[in-house]
């Protein structure tokens, strides 16, 4: 089965992983601290690694200090974990609908949707192409509430010359191994914000603190150290850490790679009957992670079992957050945003990632023509 994503490892890669297994460390140590300063240099602003993109989310989320009764507004064309590490911390989601063309958060149902309880609005970089940050921006700022962007579709990207990692309060990453680049597991926060990324960097390491200005009991011992409120374990290992550094290095050659694949499907696909092709946005620069069509006249479904029946593993992005029966059961229900729904009727993504060859890819187009019939 030709997957829809998959990772790229080359020599470097499996090199950098050897030489970590046989260091003095194996979770932290000095490849994380080389990790993060590496994806600072890419994102814009400081970082701190951790064990996948859902625990980013919850770490970031936690950092806004997030407590039940507050509401997080977010987009339900999304993977579930946008919603959920807000949903843990006992927040209420409230969805608000999408943008018709770039399926991300449309910012004037955002805007619409905001109450003196609203704590956190969260973006969504759908298929690597950046969210409306500037706009977002200034509902969070007159609103008095946090910007969140989840990045895991869009490290690399950049919106009117700005990274994606610079435009919100907090943004998240996802290093799994269909994401832009990988480590196996593996995810980060960036923030601007220093006071919001040490909250982070506690609630990955279990809440605790040895920074002697911020012991309580400075004097008790150099082996002392205190915790001040809980945390989890969500640190990312050394020996994933130097995948990281090693992937990175090669981020710049992935993008070139995916926007040629992306041109390519942009050409070979435009006559074809019943499909329409991802959006474009002039002032965006994305690393493009998914190939998002939209399967017109009802046939998604048709189209998504016989490309599956030829060995194409075609995939769809995503259910609307609020369908899963976890929400259903808390009273949410279908309907609610009805842009996001018909986009979701339509959506295939078609195999995209850095190894995918042209020929591959001719298989891919050849198989749709075949079904849509041109
Ligand atoms: C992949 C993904 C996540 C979760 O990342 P994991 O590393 O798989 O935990 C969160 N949000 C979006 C939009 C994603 O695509």
């Known amino acids: 089965m ?15 992983v050897v030489a970590a297994m046989g260091s003095d460390w194996l979770t932290t140590g000095p490849r994380v601290a080389a990790f993060e300063a590496d994806l600072e240099a890419v994102a814009g602003a400081p970082c701190v690694t951790v064990t996948n993109g859902t625990t980013a989310l919850h770490a970031a989320y936690a950092a806004t200090g997030l407590t039940p009764g507050d509401e997080v507004i ?3 064309m999304t993977f579930v974990a946008t919603a959920s590490g807000a949903a843990m911390l006992g927040a209420t989601v409230v969805f608000a609908d999408v943008e018709e063309d770039t399926a991300n958060l449309d910012p004037a149902a955002a805007e619409a949707a905001v109450t003196s309880r609203t704590r956190v609005i969260s973006a969504v970089d759908y298929a690597g192409v950046p969210a409306d940050y500037d706009r977002l921006r200034k509902i969070t700022d007159s609103a008095g509430v946090f910007l969140l962007g989840d990045a895991a579709h869009s490290i690399g990207s950049t919106y009117r010359g700005r990274p994606v990692g610079t435009l919100a309060d907090l943004t998240t990453f996802s290093f799994f191994p269909t994401k832009n680049l990988t480590t196996g597991e593996g995810g980060a926060v960036a923030s601007t914000r220093p006071e919001l990324l040490e909250r982070v960097r506690d609630f990955r390491t279990v809440g605790s603190i040895r920074d002697p200005q911020r012991l309580r009991r400075p004097d008790e011992g150099s082996w002392h150290y205190e915790v001040h409120e809980f945390g989890l374990n969500y640190r990312l290992p050394d020996v994933l850490c130097a995948l990281g550094s090693a992937q990175l290095r090669r981020l710049a050659g992935f993008k070139a790679r995916r926007a040629r694949l992306t041109a390519r499907y942009d050409e070979l696909l435009a006559d074809v009957p019943g499909l329409r092709l991802p959006a474009q ?3 965006v620069d994305p690393i493009r992670h998914l190939y998002p069509v939209r399967v017109k006249d009802g046939r998604r479904r048709e189209v998504y079992d016989r490309l599956r029946a030829a060995g194409i593993g075609v995939q769809v992005n995503y259910i609307p957050v609020y369908w899963h029966p976890v929400f259903e059961d808390l009273g949410y229900r279908r309907g609610m945003c009805p842009v996001a729904e018909s986009f979701y009727a339509e959506e295939l993504s078609l ?6 060859t042209d020929s591959d890819q001719d298989r891919v187009v050849e198989a749709l023509r075949g079904i849509l019939g041109s």
């Open 74 to 76: 977010t987009t339900p």
């Open 2 to 16: 030709l997957p829809y994503g998959r990772q790229s490892i080359d020599d470097a890669d499996v090199a950098a």
């Open 281 to 283: 946005r002039s002032e």
């Open 351 to 356: 195999p995209l990632f850095a190894d995918l």
